[in-house]
């Protein structure tokens, strides 16, 4: 007998009730579940639900006419055309995420030569575009 056995054996014979060893009778049936009322099937995360909104198509008016895009690429699109009129945040963000994708920085984080001088200019011309604005205000 072992020393964790805290039972008494069961009418049915040898099976020795204790510890991780349940009696025959309130054990679960084969093919019943132990949590009928759990998570149903084809419940979604929010990672998959998150996937279908980005992936799902919608109809985008360019350059005069109707293209059917990903919210997702919509997204990026809304993004570079303000990053474009002038907006640093959008800027940055999307030149993070172009890192981020495409593995332009070094395992240090920093960018190579040409990465670096495209990046500098990007910026300079967004910060003369934000002196032109700060300019006009005031």
């Known amino acids: ?6 039972g008494s054996r069961s009418n049915s014979g040898n099976y020795e009730v204790g510890y991780r060893r349940p009696p025959k009778k309130s054990q679960f049936k084969q093919g019943q ?31 005069g006419r109707v293209r059917k895009v990903s919210v997702l690429e919509a997204m990026l699109l809304k993004f570079t055309e303000d990053a474009l009129k002038g907006n640093p945040k959008s800027a940055v963000f999307l030149l993070n995420r ?14 190579d030569q040409d990465d670096r001088a495209v990046f500098d200019s990007i910026m300079q011309e967004l910060e003369a575009k934000l002196e032109k604005k700060k300019e006009k205000r005031g």
């Open 1 to 6: 007998m072992s020393k964790h056995r805290i």
């Open 98 to 111: 172009l890192r981020l994708t495409e593995g332009i920085a070094t395992e240090t984080g920093e960018l």
């Open 33 to 63: 579940s132990g949590n009928p009322k759990g998570r149903p099937k084809g419940a979604r995360n929010e990672a998959t639900i998150l996937n279908n909104i980005f992936n799902r198509q919608i109809e985008m008016r360019e350059g």
